[in-house]
Protein backbone atom coordinates (compact mmCIF):
# COMPACT_ATOMS: atom_id res chain seq x y z
CA UNK A 1 0.00 0.00 0.00
CA UNK A 2 0.58 3.50 -0.97
CA UNK A 3 0.08 7.28 0.40
CA UNK A 4 0.13 10.28 -1.34
CA UNK A 5 -0.60 14.07 -0.17
CA UNK A 6 -1.49 15.87 -2.91
CA UNK A 7 -2.62 19.60 -1.76
CA UNK A 8 -4.74 21.91 -3.65
CA UNK A 9 -3.67 25.16 -4.62
CA UNK A 10 -6.58 27.34 -3.88
CA UNK A 11 -7.68 29.75 -1.88
CA UNK A 12 -11.66 28.29 -1.47
CA UNK A 13 -11.19 24.21 -1.59
CA UNK A 14 -15.38 24.35 -1.71
CA UNK A 15 -15.10 25.18 -5.48
CA UNK A 16 -13.10 21.99 -6.33
CA UNK A 17 -14.40 19.60 -3.48
CA UNK A 18 -18.16 20.73 -3.68
CA UNK A 19 -20.71 21.32 -1.34
CA UNK A 20 -20.44 18.86 1.21
CA UNK A 21 -17.36 17.52 -0.74
CA UNK A 22 -20.21 16.30 -3.45
CA UNK A 23 -17.51 16.69 -5.96
CA UNK A 24 -15.14 14.56 -4.19
CA UNK A 25 -17.36 11.87 -3.74
CA UNK A 26 -17.66 11.54 -7.59
CA UNK A 27 -14.02 11.06 -7.84
CA UNK A 28 -14.29 8.17 -5.01
CA UNK A 29 -17.04 6.27 -7.52
CA UNK A 30 -14.33 5.94 -10.25
CA UNK A 31 -11.49 5.29 -7.58
CA UNK A 32 -13.19 2.54 -5.53
CA UNK A 33 -9.82 0.72 -4.99
CA UNK A 34 -8.48 4.11 -3.49
CA UNK A 35 -9.12 5.46 0.16
CA UNK A 36 -9.44 9.29 -0.18
CA UNK A 37 -9.31 11.59 2.46
CA UNK A 38 -10.34 15.59 2.42
CA UNK A 39 -8.91 17.55 5.06
CA UNK A 40 -8.45 21.40 4.18
CA UNK A 41 -6.23 22.20 1.09
CA UNK A 42 -4.42 18.50 1.18
CA UNK A 43 -6.39 15.17 0.37
CA UNK A 44 -4.47 12.13 1.34
CA UNK A 45 -4.26 9.48 -1.23
CA UNK A 46 -4.16 5.35 0.11
CA UNK A 47 -3.76 2.51 -2.19
CA UNK A 48 -2.04 0.91 -4.58
CA UNK A 49 0.62 2.68 -6.45
CA UNK A 50 -0.90 2.24 -10.16
CA UNK A 51 -4.11 3.25 -8.66
CA UNK A 52 -2.58 6.34 -7.06
CA UNK A 53 -0.66 7.16 -10.29
CA UNK A 54 -4.29 7.30 -12.26
CA UNK A 55 -5.43 9.27 -9.61
CA UNK A 56 -3.12 11.84 -10.05
CA UNK A 57 -3.59 12.07 -13.77
CA UNK A 58 -6.98 12.97 -13.47
CA UNK A 59 -7.20 14.89 -11.02
CA UNK A 60 -4.43 17.19 -12.66
CA UNK A 61 -7.51 17.32 -15.59
CA UNK A 62 -9.74 18.46 -13.39
CA UNK A 63 -7.32 21.12 -12.10
CA UNK A 64 -6.54 21.91 -15.38
CA UNK A 65 -9.97 22.42 -16.32
CA UNK A 66 -10.42 24.40 -13.32
CA UNK A 67 -7.61 26.94 -14.12
CA UNK A 68 -8.81 27.27 -18.29
CA UNK A 69 -12.72 27.62 -17.32
CA UNK A 70 -12.97 29.05 -14.00
CA UNK A 71 -15.23 26.45 -13.09
CA UNK A 72 -15.83 22.81 -12.32
CA UNK A 73 -19.35 21.51 -12.52
CA UNK A 74 -20.37 18.00 -11.37
CA UNK A 75 -21.12 16.86 -15.05
CA UNK A 76 -18.18 17.88 -16.34
CA UNK A 77 -16.23 15.89 -13.88
CA UNK A 78 -17.92 12.89 -14.83
CA UNK A 79 -17.09 13.53 -18.30
CA UNK A 80 -13.28 14.20 -17.70
CA UNK A 81 -13.10 11.19 -15.12
CA UNK A 82 -14.38 8.78 -17.65
CA UNK A 83 -13.22 9.21 -20.79
CA UNK A 84 -9.96 11.11 -21.25
CA UNK A 85 -10.32 11.96 -25.04
CA UNK A 86 -13.27 14.04 -24.11
CA UNK A 87 -10.78 16.53 -21.80
CA UNK A 88 -8.13 16.12 -25.21
CA UNK A 89 -10.75 17.43 -27.24
CA UNK A 90 -11.61 20.55 -24.93
CA UNK A 91 -8.23 21.67 -24.99
CA UNK A 92 -7.52 21.35 -28.29
CA UNK A 93 -11.02 23.09 -28.55
CA UNK A 94 -8.81 26.66 -26.51
CA UNK A 95 -5.98 26.06 -28.32
CA UNK A 96 -7.51 25.99 -32.19
CA UNK A 97 -9.09 29.57 -30.92
CA UNK A 98 -5.72 31.38 -30.60
CA UNK A 99 -8.24 34.94 -29.95
CA UNK A 100 -8.85 33.37 -26.28
CA UNK A 101 -6.37 34.69 -23.86
CA UNK A 102 -8.06 32.61 -20.65
CA UNK A 103 -11.14 32.14 -18.89
CA UNK A 104 -12.46 34.28 -16.30
CA UNK A 105 -14.78 34.02 -13.38
CA UNK A 106 -17.84 31.52 -14.43
CA UNK A 107 -16.16 30.39 -17.47
CA UNK A 108 -16.54 33.79 -19.13
CA UNK A 109 -14.69 34.16 -22.14
CA UNK A 110 -11.41 36.49 -22.34
CA UNK A 111 -9.68 37.45 -25.79
CA UNK A 112 -8.56 39.63 -28.25
CA UNK A 113 -11.36 41.31 -29.85
CA UNK A 114 -10.26 43.54 -32.24
CA UNK A 115 -7.38 43.45 -34.89
CA UNK A 116 -5.20 45.59 -32.62
CA UNK A 117 -5.88 43.61 -29.67
CA UNK A 118 -4.94 40.44 -31.53
CA UNK A 119 -1.35 42.64 -32.33
CA UNK A 120 -1.09 43.16 -28.67
CA UNK A 121 -1.30 39.76 -27.61
CA UNK A 122 0.88 39.00 -30.10
CA UNK A 123 3.69 41.62 -29.46
CA UNK A 124 3.49 40.55 -25.81
CA UNK A 125 4.43 37.30 -27.01
CA UNK A 126 7.19 37.88 -28.85
CA UNK A 127 8.59 40.96 -26.84
CA UNK A 128 9.87 41.86 -23.59
CA UNK A 129 8.82 45.60 -23.39
CA UNK A 130 5.50 46.39 -24.69
CA UNK A 131 3.58 49.71 -25.52
CA UNK A 132 -0.04 50.01 -26.34
CA UNK A 133 -1.11 53.59 -27.09
CA UNK A 134 -4.62 54.19 -27.58
CA UNK A 135 -7.81 55.76 -26.44
CA UNK A 136 -10.08 54.67 -23.56
CA UNK A 137 -11.83 51.94 -24.04
CA UNK A 138 -9.91 50.37 -26.47
CA UNK A 139 -8.67 47.21 -24.22
CA UNK A 140 -5.51 47.95 -23.37
CA UNK A 141 -5.31 47.94 -20.26
CA UNK A 142 -8.05 45.13 -19.67
CA UNK A 143 -5.94 42.65 -22.73
CA UNK A 144 -2.69 43.13 -21.07
CA UNK A 145 -4.18 42.13 -17.41
CA UNK A 146 -5.28 39.07 -18.83
CA UNK A 147 -1.91 38.57 -20.61
CA UNK A 148 -0.40 38.94 -16.71
CA UNK A 149 -2.93 36.78 -15.30
CA UNK A 150 -2.58 34.19 -17.87
CA UNK A 151 1.25 34.27 -17.49
CA UNK A 152 0.98 34.17 -13.84
CA UNK A 153 -1.63 30.77 -14.05
CA UNK A 154 0.59 28.72 -16.76
CA UNK A 155 3.90 29.91 -14.14
CA UNK A 156 5.60 31.68 -16.74
CA UNK A 157 5.93 34.42 -14.06
CA UNK A 158 5.78 34.35 -10.25
CA UNK A 159 4.18 37.38 -9.50
CA UNK A 160 2.07 40.58 -11.46
CA UNK A 161 3.21 44.52 -10.70
CA UNK A 162 0.43 46.50 -11.56
CA UNK A 163 1.32 50.15 -11.55
CA UNK A 164 0.38 53.76 -12.56
CA UNK A 165 1.58 57.40 -11.68
CA UNK A 166 -0.43 58.95 -8.83
CA UNK A 167 -1.68 62.01 -11.12
CA UNK A 168 -4.53 63.53 -9.93
CA UNK A 169 -7.30 64.30 -12.85
CA UNK A 170 -9.01 67.59 -11.35
CA UNK A 171 -9.00 66.38 -7.93
CA UNK A 172 -6.89 67.35 -4.77
CA UNK A 173 -5.69 64.00 -3.55
CA UNK A 174 -4.35 65.32 -0.37
CA UNK A 175 -7.60 66.17 0.75
CA UNK A 176 -9.15 63.00 0.04
CA UNK A 177 -10.21 61.15 3.53
CA UNK A 178 -8.42 57.67 4.67
CA UNK A 179 -4.49 56.51 4.62
CA UNK A 180 -2.27 56.41 1.46
CA UNK A 181 -3.71 53.19 0.23
CA UNK A 182 -7.48 54.21 0.80
CA UNK A 183 -6.60 57.55 -1.53
CA UNK A 184 -5.28 56.08 -4.10
CA UNK A 185 -7.41 52.90 -4.56
CA UNK A 186 -9.91 54.30 -6.61
CA UNK A 187 -7.30 55.13 -8.64
CA UNK A 188 -6.02 51.81 -9.47
CA UNK A 189 -9.91 50.51 -9.56
CA UNK A 190 -10.11 50.12 -13.31
CA UNK A 191 -7.17 47.11 -12.16
CA UNK A 192 -9.10 45.78 -9.51
CA UNK A 193 -12.42 45.65 -11.80
CA UNK A 194 -10.23 43.65 -14.73
CA UNK A 195 -8.93 41.43 -12.42
CA UNK A 196 -12.57 40.63 -10.45
CA UNK A 197 -13.22 39.79 -13.79
CA UNK A 198 -10.57 36.78 -14.06
CA UNK A 199 -9.65 35.21 -10.50
CA UNK A 200 -11.94 34.53 -7.96
CA UNK A 201 -12.63 36.93 -5.46
CA UNK A 202 -11.30 34.63 -2.21
CA UNK A 203 -8.18 33.85 -4.60
CA UNK A 204 -7.47 37.16 -5.98
CA UNK A 205 -7.91 38.34 -2.41
CA UNK A 206 -5.08 35.74 -1.22
CA UNK A 207 -2.61 36.66 -3.86
CA UNK A 208 -2.94 40.44 -2.94
CA UNK A 209 -2.66 39.39 0.73
CA UNK A 210 0.88 37.12 0.01
CA UNK A 211 1.78 40.16 -2.49
CA UNK A 212 1.48 37.61 -5.64
CA UNK A 213 -0.28 40.38 -7.24
CA UNK A 214 0.88 43.86 -6.44
CA UNK A 215 -1.04 47.20 -6.71
CA UNK A 216 1.14 50.37 -6.15
CA UNK A 217 1.70 53.87 -7.20
CA UNK A 218 4.34 54.15 -9.65
CA UNK A 219 6.76 55.88 -6.75
CA UNK A 220 6.72 52.61 -4.86
CA UNK A 221 8.91 51.46 -7.90
CA UNK A 222 12.18 53.19 -7.39
CA UNK A 223 15.11 51.66 -5.82
CA UNK A 224 13.81 47.39 -7.09
CA UNK A 225 14.74 45.12 -9.33
CA UNK A 226 11.56 43.49 -10.96
CA UNK A 227 12.50 39.81 -11.48
CA UNK A 228 9.96 36.60 -12.78
CA UNK A 229 7.19 39.48 -13.47
CA UNK A 230 4.78 40.85 -15.42
CA UNK A 231 4.91 44.30 -14.76
CA UNK A 232 1.90 46.88 -16.24
CA UNK A 233 2.31 50.58 -15.85
CA UNK A 234 -0.89 52.07 -17.05
CA UNK A 235 -1.58 55.75 -17.44
CA UNK A 236 1.58 55.97 -18.40
CA UNK A 237 1.26 59.01 -20.17
CA UNK A 238 0.87 60.85 -16.69
CA UNK A 239 4.72 59.96 -16.18
CA UNK A 240 7.17 62.44 -15.77
CA UNK A 241 10.30 61.92 -18.06
CA UNK A 242 12.47 60.93 -15.09
CA UNK A 243 9.60 58.44 -13.59
CA UNK A 244 9.38 56.59 -17.06
CA UNK A 245 13.15 55.97 -16.93
CA UNK A 246 13.22 54.66 -13.33
CA UNK A 247 10.43 52.80 -14.19
CA UNK A 248 11.86 51.26 -17.33
CA UNK A 249 15.52 50.42 -15.61
CA UNK A 250 13.98 48.53 -13.00
CA UNK A 251 13.22 45.52 -15.15
CA UNK A 252 14.98 42.14 -14.08
CA UNK A 253 15.30 38.77 -15.36
CA UNK A 254 12.71 36.52 -16.50
CA UNK A 255 10.37 39.86 -16.79
CA UNK A 256 7.31 41.69 -18.87
CA UNK A 257 6.99 44.47 -19.09
CA UNK A 258 3.40 46.48 -20.57
CA UNK A 259 3.11 50.25 -20.89
CA UNK A 260 -0.24 51.32 -21.83
CA UNK A 261 -1.04 55.20 -22.20
CA UNK A 262 -3.45 57.40 -24.43
CA UNK A 263 -1.15 60.31 -25.37
CA UNK A 264 -4.97 62.83 -25.77
CA UNK A 265 -5.48 62.81 -21.94
CA UNK A 266 -2.46 63.60 -20.03
CA UNK A 267 -3.28 65.17 -16.73
CA UNK A 268 0.66 66.64 -16.18
CA UNK A 269 1.19 70.24 -15.53
CA UNK A 270 1.32 71.91 -18.52
CA UNK A 271 4.75 72.77 -19.04
CA UNK A 272 5.60 69.38 -17.70
CA UNK A 273 6.61 66.77 -20.80
CA UNK A 274 5.49 63.38 -20.69
CA UNK A 275 7.71 60.93 -20.39
CA UNK A 276 5.43 58.47 -22.63
CA UNK A 277 5.99 60.60 -25.53
CA UNK A 278 9.89 60.73 -24.86
CA UNK A 279 10.07 57.02 -24.15
CA UNK A 280 8.24 56.32 -27.57
CA UNK A 281 10.68 58.44 -29.26
CA UNK A 282 13.79 57.52 -27.99
CA UNK A 283 12.72 53.57 -28.01
CA UNK A 284 11.07 53.09 -31.08
CA UNK A 285 14.74 51.36 -32.71
CA UNK A 286 15.80 49.14 -29.85
CA UNK A 287 15.50 45.67 -30.93
CA UNK A 288 13.34 43.49 -28.35
CA UNK A 289 10.56 46.67 -27.64
CA UNK A 290 7.12 46.95 -29.39
CA UNK A 291 5.31 50.00 -30.04
CA UNK A 292 1.42 49.67 -31.43
CA UNK A 293 -1.20 52.05 -31.63
CA UNK A 294 -4.82 51.03 -30.81
CA UNK A 295 -7.48 53.62 -32.36
CA UNK A 296 -11.21 54.30 -31.64
CA UNK A 297 -11.94 51.22 -34.16
CA UNK A 298 -10.70 48.84 -31.10
CA UNK A 299 -13.42 50.59 -28.56
CA UNK A 300 -15.32 48.07 -27.26
CA UNK A 301 -17.00 49.84 -24.34
CA UNK A 302 -20.39 51.23 -25.20
CA UNK A 303 -20.72 52.60 -28.57
CA UNK A 304 -21.63 55.73 -27.69
CA UNK A 305 -18.00 56.39 -26.04
CA UNK A 306 -16.48 56.00 -29.51
CA UNK A 307 -18.55 58.76 -30.67
CA UNK A 308 -17.80 60.93 -27.96
CA UNK A 309 -14.19 60.47 -28.97
CA UNK A 310 -14.63 61.84 -31.93
CA UNK A 311 -16.79 64.72 -31.48
CA UNK A 312 -14.14 66.06 -28.84
CA UNK A 313 -11.00 65.32 -31.36
CA UNK A 314 -12.95 67.05 -33.86
CA UNK A 315 -12.81 70.24 -31.57
CA UNK A 316 -9.13 69.88 -30.72
CA UNK A 317 -8.20 70.42 -34.03
Known sequence: MTEKVVVLDTANPVEIYGVND??????????PALKIVVRGNEIKIRGEQQDIQLFEKKWKQLLNYYDNFGIL?????????????ENMKLREEVEVNQNIILYGNNGIV?????PNQKKLVAAVEKHDVVFAIGPAGSGKTYTAVALAV???????????ILTRPAVEAGENLGFLPGDLKEKL???????YDALAD????????????????????????RGR?????FVILDEAQNTTQSQMKMFLTRMGNNAKFVITGDVTQIDLPSKQPSGLLQSIQILKEVEGISILYLNEADIVRH??????????KSIEK
Not at 110 to 114: D, L, V
Not at 303 to 312: A, D, G
Open 22 to 31: EKIEIVRKYF
Open 73 to 85: TLSVIENLLRESS
Open 110 to 114: IKART
Open 150 to 160: RALKNKQVKRI
Open 185 to 191: DPYMQPI
Open 198 to 221: MIPADKLQLYLDNRTIQIAPLAFM
Open 225 to 229: TLDNA
Open 303 to 312: PLVKEIIQKY
